[in-house]
């Protein structure tokens, strides 16, 4: 098949055999078994998921055999946004769901690749062993129910070991990728105070080295409720005055008391682990997600979406900054072993991730839009590679028809391509393929279990065939339990819930068609999305405007329909003695690189009169972008609306100029 394709051009089709295959047929015989249910289609089973909350959150806790200590007296005790309680009264605990049992101890759990050292591969057993000694260590650091423990770490085994002794002892958990630098850091670990902070002292990214140890020191004197850091010794860096991880879980195996982990039992929505925003309007928000929901909607997902079972084996490169990384390490609750990368996703060249994936077997390949399409204009030729592959899934931004037709003219018309939207909010998908439904290009396949989603006009009434506001009606158990430091619920409202009381607005612009498939469009706010990783300008604007020679600062990003990382531009307004020439601009690009990441610097640095803004002194982020894309400015915004009304002037000019 050619590696073109049109939209809406059916690329795969289930199999004959898919109610047997597939976890997610097996749930439906499970319901006809168990429960008297049938279903003719998915889109009848979807119906009944989000019509009876209950009936089918409770078959997921059936099904996949959740452990509770206590069981719980009611579902769904409150349905109400925000707010939703469920499973009252169930205590488990999701570090316990994640290491399998005694059959599972020599099973390859983990497959921990990396730029930095030699390949780390762990069993279930040797996987619970760290974490038993690792729950030993926090706990003689006096980390308790309700502490929280952060690491400034890869994508790495012991990452996940530190995650799941954290939970296991009922404290919280929130990580923090080693690209990001120190202000991005601390402006995410402040707000949680954290007791303990683990640390890598440095990485190698390609053929680069990099030393952390300057980050490290500013990141420990921004968190003053630390009581201690302790170094995993990543590669040769050191970091000074830090406990040593090998030395404390070999002492913890020492002392002869280390059998099987302990799990501390908490509520269904005990604080699990908090995620972070992009920070678009100030500091990012801290999204608490709690064990039950998390562990609930990860089965279900990576189950009946991924359809992964114990024989599988998932790769899906991702930083512990966002959420694709929870979704992987939680692929361990199907028993399917995961591998874990750290360093440049394209170095030495974009083959590498396939030829890991051949190296250890992978089933479920995940590939970002951008990197799908960056192999096939590279012309990458996988046809003599012997892989396993049975799904690619795909997330983070659209993924342009011409990515279906690569993936299938390279791996076949076997493998399904699963293509999903979701986000850090709910940390798993709203909309995505799954095994039941055929996939066609351009387009995902329909709405994910138990996930309300529709499409919103300006007034709240649902369409179809048109673009609109994503929106979800009905409570999921991995709603966030609240925003960190949110005591009364004001900012989790203002959050989810401006529009329309009681519907959650996730932000997203999507286009549903009556069968239930759906295209994604992009944001509807300012966040950026630069290669499937969300930015937020208020990042940028805290770097570049306290540089002496900035006085202020605007930034947009135009997506490249093609599915690569588009254009980021970042607008200056400049003091009075500086001139922005190449010594200024790469000062900007360094400091934005060294402050936040690499993903941060602009493709563009262009000088501009003033920064557009409202009477409110809100900058105009999005009418600007609009203009680049070619809209007019009265289009966009009315001059009465602007405190300066000439303010888009410059803006217009720019666009016409690139236009040309």
């Not at 020492?254 to 995620?275: A, K, N, T, Y």
Request: proline share 6%; aromatic share 8%.
């Amino acid at each position: 098949m050619s590696a073109t394709i049109a939209s809406g051009e059916v690329t795969w089709t289930p199999p004959a055999d898919v109610r047997r295959s597939t976890e997610i047929g097996r749930f439906l015989g499970w319901l006809e078994q168990r429960r008297g249910l049938t279903f003719d289609d998915y889109e009848a089973l979807w119906r009944w998921s989000i019509d009876d909350l209950a009936g089918f959150w409770s078959a997921i806790w059936e099904f996949f055999g959740v452990v509770s200590h206590t069981p719980y007296d009611t579902v769904l005790a409150d349905d109400s946004m925000p707010g939703a309680r469920w499973f009252a009264g169930a205590t488990l605990n999701y570090a316990e769901h994640m290491l399998g049992t005694a059959e599972d101890t020599d099973t390859v759990a983990i497959l921990g690749r990396s730029q930095t050292r030699d390949d780390v591969d762990l069993t279930f057993g040797q996987l619970r062993d760290q974490v038993a000694r690792a729950r030993k260590v926090l706990q003689d650091l006096g980390v308790g129910r309700g502490d929280r423990v952060v690491g400034y770490l890869p994508n790495i085994p012991e990452t996940l070991v530190a995650f799941l002794a954290t939970a296991g002892l009922g404290a919280t958990w929130a990580s923090c990728a080693t690209e990001f630098g120190a202000r991005s850091v601390v402006d995410r670990f402040g707000q949680v105070e954290p007791v303990v902070l683990l640390v890598a002292g440095g990485y190698r990214y390609g053929q680069k080295d990099i030393d952390l140890s300057e980050r490290i020191r500013d990141i420990r004197a921004g968190l003053p409720t630390v009581r201690a850091v302790i170094d995993i010794e990543y590669g040769p860096w050191r970091v000074a005055d830090a406990l040593s991880w090998s030395a404390l879980l070999d002492e913890a195996g020492s002392s002869g008391d280390i059998g099987e982990p302990q799990f501390d039992p908490v509520p269904f929505d005990h604080p699990l682990v908090v995620l972070f925003s992009s920070g678009t309007t100030g500091k990012p928000k801290a999204i608490v997600h709690g064990h039950g929901g998390i562990l609930l909607e990860h089965l279900k997902n990576n189950a009946l979406s991924w359809d992964l079972q114990p024989s599988d084996r998932i790769l899906w490169f991702s930083t512990t900054a966002w959420m694709m990384w929870n979704a992987l390490v939680s692929s361990l609750l199907t028993r399917a072993g995961i591998v874990m990368l750290d360093g440049d996703p394209t170095y030495p060249d974009l083959g590498w991730q396939w030829r890991i994936a051949e190296e250890v077997g992978v089933t479920l390949m995940g590939a970002a839009p951008g990197y799908i399409m960056a192999c096939r204009a590279a012309g990458l030729d996988l046809s003599q590679a012997d892989l396993k592959i049975r799904m690619v899934a795909s997330a983070g931004s659209p993924l342009p028809p011409e990515g279906y037709a690569w993936i299938r003219s390279q791996l076949g018309p076997e493998v399904m391509l699963n293509v999903g939207s979701g986000g850090t909010d709910v940390c798993s998908g709203i909309v995505q393929n799954n095994p039941l439904l055929p996939v066609s290009a351009g387009q995902i396949s329909g709405r994910a279990l138990g996930v309300a989603a529709f499409a919103f006009d300006d007034d709240g009434r649902e369409i179809v065939d048109t673009p609109g506001e994503l929106v979800i009606t009905r409570p999921m158990p991995s709603m966030p339990v609240g925003l960190w430091g949110d005591t009364d619920g004001t900012r989790m409202g203002e959050t989810y819930f401006d529009r329309w009381p009681g519907v959650w607005r996730h932000g997203d612009w999507i286009t549903f068609a009556p069968d239930g498939s759906c295209v994604v469009s992009g944001r509807s706010d300012a966040t950026l999305n630069r290669g499937g990783v969300r930015l937020g300008t208020a990042e940028f604007y805290r770097v570049v405007e306290e540089l002496p020679t900035v006085q202020d600062s605007l930034v947009v990003h135009l997506e490249d329909p093609a599915g690569g990382n588009g254009r980021l531009i970042l607008f200056v307004v400049l003091a009075d003695s500086a001139t922005l020439d190449e010594t200024l601009r790469k000062s900007i690009a360094s400091e934005l690189r060294t402050a936040l990441s690499p993903r941060h610097v602009p493709d563009d640095i262009v000088e501009v009169d003033l920064v557009p803004r409202n009477r409110t002194g809100k900058k105009l982020e999005i009418p600007v972008k609009r203009i680049l894309q070619g809209a007019r400015p009265d289009q966009v915004a009315s001059k009465d609306s602007l405190a300066v009304p000439t303010a888009l002037d410059a803006y217009t000019a720019f666009a016409e100029q690139v236009q040309r």
